[in-house]
């Protein structure tokens, strides 16, 4: 694997399952692999999870890991080609990028979407420009429009907990105070579309996701009838994904808010979310308290997947 950003660079998930439950058996089982090699960890955007669990990924597997906060301590960077550069930014991504594949073999990157320019946003400039000029595999950390590392860490989960081979995962927007990107249910709706699940989509009007991530997954306005008989539900907040409204908020309907209400017209259904999560906005501490919470069993097994990920990305040097 030369790169890791959707769920096509994984190949048959039933392999990646497989070796994912090998590893989770023993995490270092491939601590030979990294043998002095280095990762480089980019950060354009804050993050509990996806630092501590790729940096834990990169040690199991042996590998030196060095951290970069982009907005602490770094030059303010430019990513625009072209511009005069007589602002406050004092170094180009295009000198940054190579720069930072001197010192490391594998580099991941974390850069959300902007809501400058839709198109910026959906041809993944930033991450683009790391695959094109870094020389180096790289794999994305929640860029723009995904965040592949967090749905194979939930598509893990699921094949932990199934209860039937086929079940049924709804999908279901919740309300939040403020914009957020679209990578996380975008990247959810590409893996559920590709594993093998009855997969339900549920948002307000307005919050249809990109068709491309969408694929042929089921959309249902109405919340409680998508909830009904669900093995599954995956609560997330996204901003408005397309139109002229592109990553605002237009709805704050606390009625979407995944309460006991709709967890009681499911299947006993299990609570998921990638984290972190603003309870009783999201989620009701009821629920996420409840034990068909599996929001720590998720961020337990980003270690996992990101493993898996490494160990690819390392086979391939
Ligand atoms: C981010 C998002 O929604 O994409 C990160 C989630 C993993 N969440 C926030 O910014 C709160
Ligand atoms: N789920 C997730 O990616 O969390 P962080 O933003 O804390 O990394």
Same mark, same amino acid.
């Given at each position: 694997?030369?790169? #890791?950003?959707?769920?096509?660079?994984?190949?048959?998930?039933?392999?990646?399952?497989?070796?994912?439950?090998?590893?989770?058996?023993?995490?270092?089982?491939?601590?030979?692999?990294?043998?002095?090699?280095?990762?480089?960890?980019?950060? #354009?955007?804050?993050?509990?999870?996806?630092?501590?669990?790729?940096?834990?990924?990169?040690?199991?597997?042996?590998?030196?890991? %060095?951290?970069?906060? %982009?907005?602490?301590?770094?030059?303010?960077?430019?990513?625009?080609?072209?511009?005069?550069?007589?602002?406050?930014?004092?170094?180009?991504?295009?000198?940054?990028?190579?720069?930072?594949?001197?010192?490391?073999?594998?580099?991941?990157?974390?850069?959300?979407?902007?809501?400058?320019?839709?198109?910026?946003?959906?041809?993944?400039?930033?991450?683009?420009? #790391?695959?094109?000029?870094?020389?180096?595999?790289?794999?994305?950390?929640?860029?723009?429009?995904?965040?592949?590392?967090?749905?194979?860490?939930?598509?893990?989960?699921?094949?932990?907990?199934?209860?039937?081979?086929?079940?049924?995962?709804?999908?279901?927007?919740?309300?939040?105070?403020?914009?957020?990107?679209?990578?996380?249910?975008?990247?959810?709706?590409?893996?559920?579309?590709?594993?093998?699940?009855?997969?339900?989509?549920?948002?307000?009007?307005?919050?249809? +996701?990109?068709?491309?991530?969408?694929?042929?997954?089921?959309?249902?306005?109405?919340?409680?009838?998508?909830?009904?008989?669900?093995?599954?539900?995956?609560?997330?907040?996204?901003?408005?994904?397309?139109?002229?409204?592109?990553?605002?908020?237009?709805?704050?309907?606390?009625?979407?808010?995944?309460?006991?209400?709709?967890?009681?017209?499911?299947?006993?259904?299990?609570?998921?979310?990638?984290?972190?999560?603003?309870?009783?906005?999201?989620?009701?501490?009821?629920?996420?308290?409840?034990?068909?919470?599996?929001?720590?069993?998720?961020?337990?097994?980003?270690?996992?997947?990101?493993?898996?990920?490494?160990?690819?990305? +390392?086979?391939?040097?």
């Amino acid at each position: 694997m030369k790169k #890791f950003t959707c769920v096509q660079d994984i190949g048959d998930l039933h392999t990646a399952l497989q070796e994912a439950f090998e590893i989770k058996k023993d995490h270092f089982k491939y601590q030979h692999l990294g043998h002095n090699k280095t990762l480089m960890l980019v950060f #354009f955007n804050s993050s509990l999870r996806t630092r501590l669990s790729t940096q834990k990924a990169g040690l199991n597997l042996g590998m030196n890991v %060095i951290v970069l906060d %982009i907005n602490q301590g770094a030059w303010k960077l430019e990513t625009e080609r072209g511009v005069i550069m007589d602002g406050d930014k004092s170094e180009h991504l295009l000198e940054a990028i190579p720069v930072m594949g001197c010192y490391c073999d594998l580099i991941g990157v974390r850069s959300f979407a902007r809501f400058e320019n839709r198109d910026d946003d959906y041809n993944e400039v930033i991450l683009q420009q #790391f695959i094109q000029h870094s020389g180096r595999p790289v794999f994305s950390m929640e860029a723009a429009t995904g965040h592949p590392l967090q749905s194979f860490a939930d598509l893990i989960t699921i094949e932990e907990y199934k209860r039937t081979p086929r079940p049924k995962v709804v999908m279901s927007w919740a309300p939040h105070p403020k914009a957020l990107p679209q990578a996380v249910p975008n990247s959810f709706a590409e893996w559920m579309n590709a594993a093998d699940v009855d997969f339900v989509i549920t948002h307000p009007e307005g919050y249809e +996701l990109d068709p491309k991530f969408v694929g042929n997954a089921r959309v249902e306005y109405d919340q409680m009838k998508a909830f009904e008989g669900a093995d599954f539900v995956y609560a997330k907040n996204w901003s408005v994904a397309q139109g002229e409204n592109y990553g605002k908020v237009i709805n704050k309907d606390r009625n979407w808010t995944v309460s006991s209400r709709q967890m009681a017209v499911t299947n006993n259904a299990f609570f998921m979310h990638c984290l972190p999560v603003r309870r009783n906005m999201i989620v009701t501490d009821e629920v996420i308290e409840s034990p068909n919470s599996l929001v720590i069993p998720e961020a337990a097994n980003r270690e996992i997947s990101a493993t898996v990920v490494l160990k690819r990305l +390392l086979e391939s040097l």
